[in-house]
């Protein structure tokens, strides 16, 4: 188990040292003797060993990788235009013709006006002329602003150290098919794990990259102003709401009347059923006696 291990620090550390190709299998050899007399000292220094593998890659990547450099462009733009929904067919079709895409779009009412938001994903090499045709949509005020960030030396980074972490990735895959105990095998196999991971996280940002250098977002906002209600002698037509309102207070007042009606009626049942029963005795004896009198 800790020749192997010794073995994997060795072959860190050999990738570190190495300026060049050249080199004999009996350097190397002698790397590893040595390595493994060491092997408490490098466990401590292996990170550093890594960081010092990525700076001497990053040596040999940079002149190439300088030669383009990684530009993140994006504008928002306001714009006030005369009938929403064309205006956003219109940059939709627009976007197709620059071949670009459409992440999210959106529209709404206020009081005033109709509102509509559209995100758009467009080659920056289309990115200016892009701008230019969707302006020609507004017929009143308009806004634009635009940003830019460079990246370039993120980008740089993060490819350099990509390349060591697959230079480390091959030799603990050679490892792995020498290794003949189980002890060895696991241990290899988690080291392994843990470089291929950060491989594919350096791989992710390294695309995220790529795509919003190659692609610019623009976010665009557009507003149609509602026309006004015709009015006549200075007063708008509101004979329906008014009907409306009238109908819901007229209502709202029956019901309110005969809810009173009730609770007065239950709050007063000990004292009315009483008088109610006495008064309804008096008037059955009334009319029984005015039923025997003889007539006349």
């Known amino acids: 188990m800790k020749k192997w291990l010794s073995l994997i620090f060795a072959s860190i550390f050999i990738l570190a040292g190495c300026n060049s190709n050249e080199g004999s299998n009996s350097t190397e050899?002698?790397?590893?003797?040595?390595s493994i007399d060491q092997s408490t000292e490098q466990n401590k220094g292996s990170d550093v060993a890594k960081g010092n593998s990525s700076s001497a890659e990053a040596t040999s990547e940079l002149p190439e990788l300088q030669q383009e450099r990684?530009?993140?462009f994006n504008a928002t733009l306001s714009l006030s235009v005369e009938d929403l929904t064309l205006a956003m067919?219109?940059?939709?079709?627009s976007t197709k013709v620059f071949e670009g895409y459409v992440v999210e779009e959106s529209t709404f009412s206020e009081d005033n006006a109709f509102i509509g938001s559209m995100t758009i994903r467009i080659p920056q090499s289309q990115f200016d002329a892009y701008l230019r045709k969707v302006e020609t949509l507004a017929k009143g005020e308009r806004q634009k602003s635009i940003t830019s960030k460079d990246v370039t030396e993120n980008y740089v980074d993060l490819s350099s150290r990509l390349k060591a972490k697959?230079?480390?990735q091959q030799r603990l895959e050679s490892f792995l098919n020498e290794a003949t105990k189980t002890d060895d095998l696991l241990a290899i196999s988690n080291e392994l794990s843990r470089v291929q991971e950060e491989v594919e996280q350096l791989k992710g940002q390294i695309n995220y990259l790529d795509n919003q250098s190659d692609y610019s977002t623009v976010t665009i906002s557009l507003e149609q102003k509602k026309q006004p209600v015709p009015s006549i002698g200075g007063r708008d037509f509101e004979t329906i709401s008014e009907a409306k309102h009238l109908f819901i207070t007229t209502s709202n007042g029956l019901l309110a009347f005969f809810s009173k009606t009730i609770v007065l009626f239950i709050g007063l049942s000990p004292i009315l059923l009483p008088l109610l029963i006495i008064g309804l005795f008096f008037l059955y004896r009334f009319r029984k006696k005015t039923s025997k009198k003889p007539a006349k």
């Open 29 to 34: 050899s002698s790397d590893r003797v040595t």
């Open 70 to 72: 990684k530009v993140i």
């Open 89 to 93: 067919n219109e940059i939709k079709e």
């Open 166 to 168: 697959e230079a480390v």
